[in-house]
């Protein structure tokens, strides 16, 4: 898919990540809309790349906040193409600890936001891509995922966490059968220790332990590595219905 023909929903697009990707994706020739909670920072994001951005509020797991952010896409742009979803959320609670069992509700949570939220925006937004005309390869959108190493080797406390993010890895494939009819790839970024908003909040000491997990290079990832890797799975049309670590080789204890 050529970036200068992409118009792009990004869900989380205000910070971390999310706001990686909007930004590449820009620079790349993109119109993106950025879909996320914080106005504040959606609308500023949007002001600072000068028309080439809407904001959105948008909760992922609500029907009619999608759907509405989809629809306001479209007005400004003419159309949605791809779908990159970075929205998430993250909890440390073991399954029995101290205060006792893990509480369903928060269980329940996790994968309302990081797995159901995540189908929404999906299924949403290839209805209106299928819309699309093919381009020269046939294609009519893309949608990239956001799972975790921890989908693979989820650690003490991630047992929410984790199962939401190996349901992302499950639903890739099937997914990418289902829209295959229509010309829309599904691909799935699976990143380790990144440097995001969250990570930069622990203590020094705590990051530069951190630092060390990945074989090489030896730091915590960039939010620009992994936009780029995004960019790619946009742009490239062979590759479909893969999930790819981005981890510099690090494997969670």
Known sequence: MKLTETVAVVTGGASGLGEACVRNLVV?????????????????LARDLNGAAH???????????????????????GKVTAAINCAGIAVAVKTIGKAGAHPLALYRKVLDVNLAGTFNVCRLAAERMQANLPDENGERGAIVLTASVAAFDGQKGQAAYA????GIVALTLPMARDLADVGIRVNTVAPGLFLTPMMEGLPQPAQDALAH?????????????????????VECPYINAETIRLDGGARLP
Do not use: Y
């Not at 790349?28 to 500023?44: F, H, K, N, Q, T």
């Not at 904001?55 to 742009?77: G, I, N, P, W, Y």
């Open 163 to 166: 199962s939401s993010k190996g």
């Open 55 to 77: 904001f959105a509020r948008a909760d992922a797991t609500s029907e009619s906040d999608v759907s509405a952010a989809l629809d306001a896409c479209q007005s400004a742009f």
């Open 28 to 44: 790349g020739g993109a119109r993106v809309a950025i879909l996320d909670l914080d106005a504040d920072r959606g609308e500023r």
């Open 213 to 233: 997990q990945p074989l090489f290079p030896k730091r915590l990832g960039k939010p620009s590595e992994l936009a780029s890797l995004v960019r790619f799975l």
